[in-house]
């Protein structure tokens, strides 16, 4: 009797273990489901926010941008003993550690005192540049606006800007008179040009057929003018001749990439005189008439690279490689434009040509907003492979914006050919030029 008594018990206690245990498989099966239909929502949710909105804003300004890949290396060093380390100072460093963090919890940058008050004075930090990509040339200063001078704002003022009318693509009859874009003549030579072996004369090979047209160089706010062209000492420089503002290094560029065999366009439309009450403000609905111009006359055309300067000093816009001095150059990639990421890929293979060859050279990518005199998209939605660079400042002299226009022609050339393999091979060899060859950078600004 005690026997079988045993035996039940031992069963009822088996019997209330099984009881347990499915309850809490029960209970796992549950979370598990929970959190299952929990991802999936998340997951939903985030691919809809993105289809729905327009604005690459949190995208553009996250976290990846400020981070940087010796951050990663670091993260795997510590799994991996024999990982080579960088001589770059530690991503884990206090200071580095502490402002990452500071800034993340406040969006406040210790190093910009002006983000403090950004937030609360109204449209003080709307229009303010954001680093997309980092440069070798340096990533600490954002470019800063051009300014026109009072003969090219119109009568008006700035608040004119809601009345302008269409670019006159959707109505034959517009008041705004049409610029045409045009081929340019050669560039002016400058100081440099006597020793350029890129000249055709030189014995470069450059008998491929240009008559196709490719790419487009214009320039939307065109009197961007350089004070040693000027041979004066402004703040605000700004001038009417093609030879002494921002035309001549679109000239350059265009002229190189004809040599490399490329069918380029360098459109030389000085808009203040070209178009009827002219008003600054409405530059890049100027130039985007301009552009559609081009490519309507020209079928093969895809490439869009409006050539600007910055408005900084030339200690902020100017790198020394191998003793020689290069105008530096910044990206630009309009927010407003929905489709930004593939004008920022067709910007970071222009960018990582010159990091790979000439480090120094780019201060970066950044992204920009809509403020005075631009529409925050700078006609990037007319193509993927549009870009507005930015090639020296105020002060650079005519041999450094020659230099930086010429690898920057080459790094241009080298995109294009690399994204059309069917006709590289009958592309001209690569022009020598002494003033191009890479070097070692030896300092940045």
């Known amino acids: 009797m005690n026997k079988k008594w045993f035996q039940l018990w031992n069963i009822g206690r088996l019997r209330g273990k099984m009881l347990d245990v499915l309850s809490l498989g029960r209970t796992m099966l549950l979370l598990a489901g929970g959190s299952l239909v929990f991802f999936m929502l998340l997951g939903a949710g985030g691919l809809a926010g993105q289809k729905l909105s327009s604005s690459p804003i949190p995208s553009m300004k996250g976290l990846a941008a400020s981070l940087s890949s010796g951050f990663f290396m670091e993260l795997l060093g510590m799994e991996v003993p024999h990982l080579p380390q960088g001589k770059e100072p530690s991503a884990f460093s206090g200071e580095k550690v502490t402002s990452f963090v500071f800034q993340l919890l406040t969006s406040v940058n210790p190093g910009d005192p002006k983000s403090l008050v950004s ?22 200063g954002a470019p800063v606006d051009y300014h026109p001078g009072t003969d090219e704002l119109a009568e008006g003022g700035e608040d004119a800007e809601t009345s302008v009318p269409d670019e006159g693509d959707k109505h034959g009859d517009t ?31 450059s008998t491929k057929d240009t008559s196709i047209k490719r790419i487009l160089i214009y320039h939307s706010h065109p009197r961007e003018a350089y004070n040693p062209l000027l041979g004066a000492a402004n703040e605000n420089p700004s001038s009417g001749v093609s030879t002494k503002n921002v035309m001549l290094v679109g000239s350059y560029i265009t002229k190189r990439l004809e040599q490399l065999g490329i069918g380029t366009v360098h459109a030389k439309e000085d808009f203040p005189t070209k178009i009827t009450d002219y008003n600054w403000n409405f530059s890049y609905k100027y130039s985007r008439i301009l552009v559609k111009s081009a ?24 790198a020394v490689i191998d003793g020689k001095s290069y105008a530096q150059v910044y990206f630009i990639i309009g927010h407003a434009n929905k489709d930004w990421k593939k004008n920022e890929e067709f910007a970071n293979k222009i960018h990582q ?30 193509s993927p492979n549009s870009v507005l660079i930015e090639v020296g400042g105020i002060d650079n002299s005519a041999e450094e914006l020659k230099r930086t226009a010429d690898i920057l022609a080459d790094a241009i050339a080298d995109v294009y050919w690399s994204s059309h393999d069917a006709e590289k091979v009958n592309a001209p060899e690569k022009v020598a030029n002494p003033t191009t060859t890479p070097k070692k950078s030896n300092g940045a600004s």
Not at 295 to 318: C, G, V, Y
Not at 370 to 382: F, H, M, V
């Open 119 to 140: 937030r609360e004075v109204p449209g003080m930090a709307a229009d303010d540049p954001f680093l997309l990509r980092k440069g070798s040339g340096g990533s600490t």
């Open 353 to 382: 040509q010159l990091e790979k060859n000439y480090p120094g050279i780019s201060r970066g990518i950044w992204g920009k907003a809509a403020g005075k005199g631009n529409n925050g998209e700078y006609n990037q939605t007319l």
């Open 175 to 205: 008041t705004t008179q049409q610029p045409e874009a045009t081929v340019a003549p050669s560039p002016e030579p400058s100081a440099e040009e006597g020793t350029d072996k890129s000249d055709p004369q030189s014995g470069t090979d």
């Open 295 to 318: 490519l309507s006359a020209n079928e093969e055309m895809d490439s869009f690279i409006d050539i600007h300067r910055d408005s900084q000093r030339h200690n902020k816009t100017t």
